[in-house]
C-alpha cells in the first residue's frame, strides 16, 4: 500500500518501501518517520510475501529507496531479524535527499 503525504507538502515520489514484518518492535516508530519525512513510501509486510520473495531477505524495519538500503540491513537467510537502531528525523531526511 502506498502511504501519500498532505498534497502541499508532497515531495516526488521516489520509490521508498517500508519492509517489516507483522509484531515488529521498531516497525510504528520508522512508520513515523517516513510520515514526517513528507515523502511517500509503499509498506511491505513480510507476511504477505511468497516465501522465496526478495523482500524477505530484510531486516525489519528496512527503509529502501530506489531499491538502495537506507535503514536496516540485508539477509543472508528468511529467519529475519529486527533493526535495532533508527535514525531520527533529520538523519533519514538527509539519507532520503540523496
Do not use: W
Amino acid at each position: 500500500m502506498i502511504i501519500p503525504q498532505a498534497e502541499n507538502s508532497h515531495i516526488p515520489l521516489d520509490n521508498i518501501k517500508l519492509i517489516y514484518f507483522v509484531g515488529c518492535p521498531n516497525y510504528e516508530a520508522a512508520r513515523t518517520l517516513l510520515l514526517n519525512s513528507g515523502y511517500d513510501f509503499e509498506e511491505v509486510n513480510q507476511s504477505d510475501l511468497p516465501e522465496n520473495h526478495p523482500s524477505k531477505h530484510y531486516s525489519s524495519p528496512t527503509i529502501l529507496k530506489n531499491e538502495k538500503l537506507i535503514i536496516g540491513e540485508k539477509m543472508d537467510s528468511l529467519a529475519g531479524g529486527c533493526s535495532i537502531k533508527l535514525p531520527d528525523d533529520v538523519e533519514l531526511r538527509k539519507k532520503l535527499a540523496t
